[in-house]
């Protein structure tokens, strides 16, 4: 198939936001799901009014290898099926991990691009598919909590994303106001990014998203600080960040100490000659707010704030954008 033309200044089609009552696909393209958590979070997506429709991967311990939720074609069946399923209104990954990658190299695109856009919300190795979705179909997703994961449970990371999800009317603006000033200024272009280490496995397929014209977020967990550097420097030289228009460090949890991380992020990020901020709290290890992809934007690098130029998903005719 064609892949989509992805560009860092236009928006990308949006899906339709939730409703309740909509059933949700929920998959693991990556990674085994926590079997003690899944429950509580299918539980809190019925209490949401939302119905979870859970597809065998997500029940899978590993059969093939341990690290995988089962075997790469049926990961890939499973996100074909339910990107084709009519009933199904979105997909809530269960778990990263590891294994999107391999997922994407047994995935068949073809006919998908006639599929109305629906919303695809996850992170951390989740990110490669996120990727994908805006290359194949030209559609925006969330990058979000996922439901095994233990960050699914606090009730500040639920609520962010499902105001993204069902009331997107309610995302203008989001404020970091833990975040650091890296590079003062404000810039528009396209929210983009997500974690580092997919950003930069990506790098050379046909499922990467170059950061020109963009709004680039990054974030990692359990990286030493001079992986961060290794990886940021990939970016650099590989031209992925040529033309970035602005960068969002997010969490670095359990990377090091903020003495260790934080020149990384200044010597790496900081002479890009774009609006910088580091330290928000979009990514591992909680209160994580949930980042729209896809979705024209400007960044207040001093103010530390994202303002939306429209919801990051078509909000319902139930909620006129006028509800407070």
Not at 152 to 158: D, G, N, V
Not at 194 to 216: E, K, M, Q, Y
Request: glycine share 10%; hydrophobic share 40%; with cysteine.
């Amino acid at each position: 198939m064609t892949t989509t033309s992805v560009d860092g200044r236009t928006s990308l089609a949006r899906p339709p936001a939730l409703r309740p009552g909509d059933r949700v696909a929920v998959l693991s393209l990556s990674g085994p799901a926590n079997p003690d958590r899944l429950p509580d979070g299918l539980e809190a997506l019925r209490f949401a009014g939302l119905e979870p429709v859970v597809y065998p991967s997500s029940y899978d311990r590993g059969s093939v290898r341990h690290y995988l939720a089962g075997s790469d074609e049926l990961r890939a069946a499973e996100l074909r099926s339910a990107l084709l399923d009519e009933s199904i209104a979105g997909i809530i990954f269960a778990r990263g991990g590891y294994g999107a990658q391999r997922t994407l190299e047994a995935m068949d695109w073809s006919g998908l691009e006639r599929v109305p856009p629906k919303i695809l919300a996850g992170y951390s190795d989740v990110t490669a598919i996120l990727e994908a979705v805006q290359v194949k179909l030209g559609w925006s997703s969330l990058m979000s909590a996922m439901v095994s994961c233990a960050e699914f449970a606090e009730s500040y990371t639920f609520a962010s994303m499902l105001r993204c999800l069902m009331w997107p009317e309610r995302v203008r603006e989001l404020h970091y106001p833990e975040a650091v000033t890296v590079a003062g200024g404000v810039a528009r272009g396209v929210t983009l990014g997500g974690n580092l280490t997919l950003l930069s496995s990506s790098l050379g397929t046909d499922t990467c998203v170059p950061a020109r014209g963009g709004i680039l977020l990054v974030e990692d967990e359990q990286e030493e600080d001079y992986k961060v550097d290794r990886m940021l420097t990939q970016l650099r030289r590989s031209g992925y960040l040529d033309g970035v228009a602005a960068v969002i460090a997010g969490t670095w949890n359990n990377c090091g100490t903020v003495e260790q991380i934080h020149p990384v992020l200044t010597d790496r990020l900081g002479d890009l000659g774009v609006p910088v901020i580091a330290w928000a709290n979009i990514g591992h290890g909680g209160r994580f707010q949930s980042f729209p992809i896809g979705v024209r934007a400007e960044l207040d690098a001093d103010a530390r704030t994202l303002r939306f130029e429209e919801p990051p998903l078509v909000p319902s005719a139930a909620e006129p954008l006028s509800r407070p």
